[in-house]
């Protein structure tokens, strides 16, 4: 058997660059949700002893202290890894998920790779199953 399909039978980790990919998809969510609090705090007023300005600092630090913890956390605790029949995965922190999805059940599987991808060599894949309106893997 081919070395590479070999190491697929082993639980491994995603490459280590999901770290950022982690982080940029939280950051993308925050800001779109958070962008008029974003604005005001960087083109609004500089009173530098406004409290207000602190609040929002602690909170833009401890968001992203939070992120970054959780990023790295998140990627030690994931793990993927095929068996003779079905797709395995292994993730979560507090709330632990495994998902075992059987070849038969796989409709479809899309690559992805996006320009953030391309620049660290990896891709997004997504895997549809029979069943579900939604993606079950990405």
Known sequence: MNNNIERLF????????????FIYRF???????????VFFFFIGKRDNES?????IGIAALSAAAYTLI????SYFRYYYFIDDD???IHEGILDRTK?????????NINFEQ?????????????IDTAGSSKSEIK
């Open 10 to 21: 082993i639980p491994r980790r995603q490459s280590p660059v999901a770290i950022f990919m």
């Open 27 to 37: 950051l993308k969510g925050f800001i779109s949700a958070a962008w008029a609090i």
């Open 51 to 55: 409290i207000f300005n602190s609040v």
């Open 70 to 73: 959780m990023s790295i956390l």
């Open 86 to 88: 079905s797709f395995h």
């Open 99 to 107: 998902l075992s999805l059987p070849f038969e059940r796989i409709q």
């Open 114 to 126: 996006k320009i953030l991808h391309q620049i660290f060599g990896v891709v997004s894949l997504e």
